[in-house]
Nanobody, 126 residues
Framework: QVQLVESGGGLVQSGDSLRLSCATS???????????LGWFRQAPGREREFLAT????????AYADSVKDRFTIGRDNAKNTVFLQMNNLKPEDTAVYYC????????????????WGKGTLVTVSS
C-alpha cells in the first residue's frame, strides 16, 4: 500500500512554469523506492493521459512525446517526494494532475499503476 498526496497546482498564465510535488509513503515493510512513480493528467471529457515516470531505485525516466521538451520528473530522496517541473505552460495543459505508483516498467498507461493520489488542479489561462 502506498499513499500519495499531490500539491502545487493552481492558476497560471500561458508561458509560466509550475512545479508539482507528490509526497509518498509506503506500508510497513516496503518503501517508496520499491515502486515506479509517475505523473498523469486528465482534462474534462478526456481520458487520463500518461506524462512521465521514474524508477525510484534506478533513476530511469520516460516521458510522453507531447511533454518531453517542457516537463521534467525527478525525486527528492530525503523527503520521499517526486516532482514534476512544468515549463512554458499552455492552455491545453489545463487538467487535474495525478501522481501514481506501480510495480511495472515500462509504463505505457494508467492501467500499469496500482495506487493514485487525489489529484491537483492546474489551470493555464491564455
Amino acid at each position: 500500500q502506498v499513499q500519495l498526496v499531490e500539491s502545487g497546482g493552481g492558476l497560471v498564465q500561458s508561458g509560466d512554469s509550475l512545479r508539482l510535488s507528490c509526497a509518498t509513503s509506503a506500508a510497513s515493510g516496503r518503501t517508496s523506492r520499491d515502486y515506479v512513480l509517475g505523473w498523469f493528467r486528465q482534462a474534462p471529457g478526456r481520458e487520463r493521459e500518461f506524462l512521465a515516470t521514474i524508477r525510484w531505485g534506478g533513476s530511469s525516466t520516460a516521458y510522453a512525446d507531447s511533454v518531453k521538451d517542457r516537463f521534467t520528473i525527478g525525486r527528492d530522496n530525503a523527503k520521499n517526494t517526486v516532482f514534476l517541473q512544468m515549463n512554458n505552460l499552455k492552455p491545453e495543459d489545463t487538467a487535474v494532475y495525478y501522481c501514481a505508483a506501480g510495480r511495472d516498467w515500462p509504463v505505457t498507461g494508467p492501467y500499469d499503476m496500482d495506487y493514485w493520489g487525489k489529484g491537483t488542479l492546474v489551470t493555464v489561462s491564455s
